[in-house]
């Protein structure tokens, strides 16, 4: 079986960042599962030839949410394989903490079932995987310093 590598970047994109704690939310993706499931995740996808991955979070987020946002900080990466039409893939996928510009919250791309904009609180019990989950804890944790820092 052959192996391709494949690069996506992502983002966490929190609306109210520089407010309090209480009001920020971060806006996620819902995609519908072949079981049916509603599996709510970080909007990402493939880097483009020429773009850098913090462009690509951006363009994606835009993308599969509606919202635009700018790149505060590197939140770590995501590593794993998978099979599909007779190959394994290696897949990474760089994530950012972003802040939100504007936009409106839409599902109007086609790989995407719903958007949400959902409390940072909520984070760990609405991602549907792990990585992920990993991934706003250490969001949660940049926040916190950032906010620290500015007092």
């Given at each position: 079986m052959r192996t391709v590598r494949e690069t996506s970047a992502g983002g966490l994109v929190v609306d109210g960042l520089d407010g309090p704690a209480a009001l920020r939310c971060?806006?996620?993706?819902?995609?519908t599962d072949r079981r049916g499931r509603l599996l709510w995740s970080l909007p990402k996808g493939h880097i483009e030839e020429g773009e850098t991955a913090e462009q690509t979070a951006v363009?994606?987020?835009?993308?599969?949410?509606?919202?635009?946002?700018?790149?505060?900080?590197e939140l770590g990466s995501i590593d794993?394989?998978?099979?599909t039409e007779g190959r394994r893939v290696h897949k990474t996928v760089h994530h950012f903490l972003m802040r939100s510009l504007g936009g409106e919250l839409t599902d109007a791309d086609v790989e995407v079932t719903e958007v949400a904009w959902v409390p940072l609180t909520e984070l760990e019990s609405k991602l549907a995987y792990a990585d992920e989950r990993r991934l706003a804890e250490v969001a949660n944790r940049l926040i916190d310093r950032m906010e620290n820092g500015r007092r």
């Open positions: 971060a806006a996620l993706i819902g995609r363009r994606e987020v835009a993308e599969e949410t509606g919202i635009n946002g700018e790149v505060v900080e794993y394989w998978f099979v």
